[in-house]
C-alpha cells in the first residue's frame, strides 16, 4: 500500500487553525513569500507526490535490504542515493533554511510538514535530511564566515549531507568521559578517536559528507565543560570550492538494528592514518553549547517521527480493516477494531496539531516581533520535551495498534505492519531518552521560572475554555468541559511538583514522566478542541460539512475516551513517593 499524505488535515492547521498568512505572513521575514492557501496547497502537494511516488517505495526495500560496511566504505539500499539526490535538487533540505545560504526561506511549520511526510514515507530515508539539516543550523549559528560560505550552501543544495558525531562506546548521555581528542595544527586540528551511533555517518548518495565531532583538546578542563566542536569533512575541500583528497575519517561499521533497516548507522573512526583534519566551529571547550543549538529543532523532527510512523500505521490498518472480512463484514464494522483505528486517528491528529502549532511557536521565536521573542522561545523551549516525549511514545502505541488491528498478519514481516512499529522504537531512546526529557521538562524548563511559562499556556487553554462554552454548541460544549477537568488536574500536577522539586528532587523526578505524558494529553487536546471550535464554524457556513463534522467528531471521541488518561498520570504525580524511593537498589 502506497503512503498518501493527509494534505487537507495539513492545510486546515496550517491555514485555517494556525492561520499562517495572518500570524506569520505579515513577518518582514516571510512578508514576500505570499503565505496562505494557494503557497500551502502547492507545497503539500508537490511534497505529498515525491512522499507517495519516490519515497514510499523504499521502505519495504530499505528494511529487505539494509545498509551494509565493507572495506571501509557503506552500501546503502537500491533507490535511496537517487532518491536522495532528488530530495536536494527539490529544495526540500534546504526548506526552512535563509535564502542567503542556499535554502527556501520558508517558515519552519512548512519543513514540519514535509518532514513528517517523509517519515510516514520511510524513516530510514528520512533521517538522512533530517541530520543534514540539523549540522548546517550548527554551523550557520556558530562557524566562522569561511566555513558558512564554503559548507552552507552545499549542504542546503543536498549536494553534501551532515552528521552529528556525540557519541561514544564509553560517552552516550553524558557526553562528560569522553575521549576523542584534538591537536592543534596551525588554522586546523587533527581528531583522533571513534564514536558510534552515527547515523548515516557513510554513504555515496551526496559528493561529501559534513561530520560535526565533539571532541576534547589535550589542555581542555575535565568533563563536559571542555568539550569542543570541530566539522571535518569527508573530502577536504580546496580553497576554489572543489573537492581534494579524502580525510582520515573512516565507517568501520554499521549496525545492526531492530529497525530503520536502510539507515546506516556507523561506527566512525576519526585518525587512523595520521588524524582527520577538523575546523573548530565555535570557541574552543564550547562544543556542547554549539550543539544545543540545534536541540529544539533535532527534538520536534524526533518527535514528528514518532507521528510520521503512527500516520503510516494507521494508513495500512485502514486499508486492511477494509479488505478483511470476518463474521461476514468487514472486520472495520466490529465495534472494537473501530475503537482501535479511532484511537489510532485521534491521537494522530492531536499529535500534528501540537507539533505544528509550536512549529509557528520556533518561527515566532527567530523571526516574531522583537518584543515577544524571548517569551516565544521560553515556551518552545518548554514545549520541546513534550513534543519529543509524549509524541514517541504514542508513536509505539499507535504503531503497535496497527500490527493488532491486522491480527495475526501484523506479526508476519511480509505484510509491512511490524515494520512502523520496529522503526518507531528508537525514538523514545536518541536524541535524548524520554526520562531525559521528562527530567529536562521539570527541573530545567518549568522549574527554571517558577512555572510562569506554564501558566501563561494554562491561561491560554482557560480562555479557549470560556470561548468554547460561549459557542454553545452542543460538542463543543462537551468538548470544553472535559478539557476543564484536564487543566484543573495539570494545574494542581504543576503546583505540586514545583512545591516538591526543592524538598525532594528525588521523589519530584520520580513523577516528571508522567507529568510530560499529561501535559501531552492535555495540550494534545487543546490543540484538537482549536481546531474543532474552527471546524463548527466553517460547517455552520455551510461549507466542508462533512469533513469539518469529521473533525469535530474526533476531537470528541479523544475528550471522552484519551484525554481521561491524563487524570491517571496526575494521580500518579499525586501518590506517595515512598514505594518508588524506599526500595533498596539490591532487591533488582
Known amino acids: 500500500m502506497m503512503y498518501l499524505a493527509p494534505t487537507e488535515d495539513m492545510q486546515f492547521l496550517i491555514d485555517d487553525v494556525l492561520d499562517v498568512g495572518g500570524v506569520l505572513g505579515a513577518l518582514p521575514q516571510y512578508a514576500d513569500l505570499g503565505l496562505g492557501p494557494d503557497l500551502t496547497t502547492a507545497l503539500l502537494d508537490e511534497a505529498a507526490k515525491f512522499a507517495a511516488d519516490v519515497v514510499s517505495p523504499l521502505r519495504r526495500v530499505g528494511d529487505a535490504q539494509p545498509a551494509r560496511c565493507h572495506d571501509s566504505a557503506v552500501t546503502i539500499p537500491p533507490g535511496y542515493g537517487d532518491a536522495i539526490r532528488q530530495l536536494g535538487a527539490g529544495g526540500w533540505v534546504g526548506i526552512s533554511s535563509p535564502v542567503e545560504q ?140 572543489s573537492l581534494g583528497e579524502r580525510n582520515d575519517a573512516y565507517p568501520v561499521s554499521v549496525e545492526h538494528k531492530l529497525g530503520i533497516h536502510g539507515s546506516p548507522t556507523c561506527v566512525m573512526a576519526y585518525g587512523d592514518n595520521g588524524g582527520a583534519i577538523g575546523y573548530l566551529v565555535g570557541e574552543e571547550n564550547q562544543g556542547l553549547a554549539c550543539m544545543f543549538t540545534m536541540m529544539n529543532e533535532a527534538r520536534l523532527k524526533v518527535g514528528l517521527q514518532g507521528l510520521g510512523a503512527s500516520e503510516g500505521a494507521y494508513q495500512k490498518a485502514v486499508a486492511y480493516a477494509r479488505e478483511r472480512v470476518q ?96 522503526d518507531v522504537r528508537i525514538t523514545p531512546i536518541y536524541e535524548g531518552t524520554n526520562g531525559i526529557q521528562a527530567a529536562d521538562l521539570l527541573n530545567r524548563k518549568l522549574g527554571r521560572d517558577g512555572g510562569a511559562t506554564m501558566e501563561a499556556m494554562q491561561a491560554e487553554i482557560a480562555d479557549l475554555i470560556d470561548a468554547l462554552d460561549a459557542d454553545a454548541d452542543p460538542d463543543l460544549t462537551v468538548i470544553g468541559a472535559c478539557l476543564r477537568t484536564a487543566l484543573a488536574e495539570h494545574v494542581g500536577s504543576t503546583q505540586q511538583l514545583l512545591s516538591l522539586l526543592p524538598e525532594d528532587r528525588f521523589a519530584a523526578l520520580g513523577g516528571s514522566f508522567d507529568y510530560m505524558m499529561q501535559t501531552g494529553y492535555l495540550f494534545g487536546g487543546w490543540q484538537l478542541a482549536r481546531g474543532a471550535r474552527v471546524a463548527a464554524s466553517i460547517a455552520a457556513r455551510g461549507e466542508r460539512v462533512d469533513f469539518c463534522q469529521r473533525k469535530v467528531t474526533t476531537a470528541r471521541f479523544y475528550m471522552e475516551r484519551l484525554l481521561p488518561r491524563a487524570r491517571a498520570h496526575a494521580g500518579v504525580i499525586a501518590a506517595p513517593s515512598e514505594g518508588l524511593s524506599s526500595f533498596a537498589q539490591h532487591w533488582f
Not at 492531536?350 to 505544528?356: I, P, S, T
Not at 511557536?361 to 518584543?371: F, I, K, Q, V, Y
Request: aromatic residues 6%; contains cysteine; glycine residues 12%.
Open 327 to 422: 463474521g461476514g463484514v468487514p472486520i472495520i464494522e466490529h465495534a472494537d477494531v473501530k475503537r482501535m483505528l479511532l484511537t489510532m486517528r485521534a491521537l494522530n491528529e492531536a499529535m500534528r496539531a501540537l507539533a505544528y502549532a509550536e512549529a509557528v511557536t520556533m518561527d515566532l521565536a527567530h523571526a516574531g516581533p522583537a518584543e515577544a521573542r524571548d517569551a516565544n522561545q521560553r515556551r518552545i523551549d518548554l514545549m520541546i520535551p513534550v513534543i519529543k516525549g509524549w509524541l514517541t511514545e504514542l508513536g509505539i502505541e499507535v504503531t503497535s495498534l496497527g500490527v493488532q488491528v491486522h491480527g495475526g498478519m501484523g506479526y508476519v514481516e511480509e505484510t509491512g505492519a511490524a515494520q512502523y512499529l520496529r
Open 102 to 241: 542556499g535554502g527556501q526561506g520558508l517558515p519552519e511549520l512548512f519543513g514540519t510538514a514535509a518532514c513528517e511526510m517523509w517519515n510516514s514515507a520511510d524513516m530510514a530515508f528520512a533521517l538522512e535530511p533530517f541530520l543534514s539539516a540539523g549540522a548546517a543550523l550548527a554551523i550557520s549559528a556558530h562557524a566562522s564566515d569561511a566555513l558558512k560560505a564554503t559548507y552552507l550552501e552545499k549542504i542546503h543544495s543536498g549536494e553534501w549531507s551532515g552528521t552529528m558525531n556525540l557519541t561514544e562506546s564509553g560517552a552516550g548521555s553524558d557526553l562528560g568521559p569522553m575521549k576523542t581528542r584534538a591537536e592543534r595544527e596551525g588554522e586546523h586540528y587533527r581528531i583522533f578517536g571513534q564514536k558510534i551511533y552515527i547515523t548515516w555517518g557513510d554513504h555515496d548518495a551526496t559528493e561529501n559528507i559534513i561530520h560535526l565531532v565533539l571532541a576534547r583538546l589535550p589542555d581542555a578542563p575535565a568533563g563536559s565543560r571542555g568539550i569542543s566542536l570541530f566539522l571535518v569533512p569527508k573530502f577536504l575541500v580546496n580553497a576554489d570550492g
